[in-house]
Structure formats: structure tokens, C-alpha cells
């Protein structure tokens, strides 16, 4: 499955941003959709995951109450509604995809297939 991410630009504190992962030579059925982020000279940083068939979706400490994660079915994507954006929000966005247990959500070396990214700014 090739998997493409959009919907990022510039926006200011307190803002708010809808992210889409659209997934195309394939379907999403049986995987885990993960968002990562990576800040310049940062490492990447698990954002939330979840089951494409639903279930409780991980979410890192740091976005808990603002992202959401949400599931389209007839557009088939996976998209991430950010609320309450902060400057420290600010990365390229990724999504992936896994077939991991829930205990390997949060690492990115359990995804093996990727997104481009999308660019999210968060300044005034």
C-alpha cells in the first residue's frame, strides 16, 4: 500500500489542523495506522496509532486532548484532527502503517511502510 499524507502548512498558536493519510495500491484493512513527527535536528516522535478496524488508539503524552485520530471509511484515510497546536507541534508529518502488536506502536522501527510527510508550522 502506498500511503500519502496532507493537509500541513502554517498556522498559528492555538490553532487547528486536519491531517489525511490516504492509502492507494491498497487498503488499510488488517494494519495499524501510526502518525510520527520529526523536528529539525529531533528524532521521530510517536504522535498516535490505531487500528484500522478500530479499537483504542495510543496517543503520546504530549498531543493527549488535542489530536484526535479518525478513520474515514468511504474515502478510505486516516486523518488526525490537531487541536490547541503549539509551537513545539511544529514537524514533518508521517504516517505509516504496521501490522505490530499494541506494545510496538510507539516505535517506529514496527512500521515498514511510510508516507512523504507533511510539513505542519505552528508560529504567530
Aim: glycine share 12%; charged share 20%.
Amino acid at each position: 500500500v502506498q500511503l500519502q499524507a496532507s493537509g500541513g502548512g502554517l498556522v498559528q498558536p492555538g490553532g487547528s489542523l486536519r491531517l489525511s493519510c490516504a492509502a492507494s495500491e491498497g487498503t488499510f484493512n488488517n494494519y495499524v495506522i501510526g502518525w510520527f513527527r520529526q523536528a529539525p535536528g529531533k528524532e521521530r516522535e510517536f504522535v498516535v496509532a490505531d487500528r484500522w478496524t478500530g479499537g483504542s488508539a495510543v496517543y503520546a503524552d504530549s498531543v493527549k486532548g488535542r489530536f484526535t485520530i479518525s478513520k474515514d471509511r468511504i474515502k478510505r484515510t486516516v486523518n488526525l484532527q490537531m487541536n490547541s497546536l503549539k509551537p513545539e507541534d511544529t514537524a514533518v508529518y508521517y504516517c505509516a502503517t504496521s501490522r505490530g502488536p499494541t506494545s510496538t506502536w510507539r516505535q517506529p522501527r514496527s512500521y515498514n511502510n511510510w508516507g512523504q510527510g507533511t510539513l505542519v508550522t505552528v508560529s504567530s
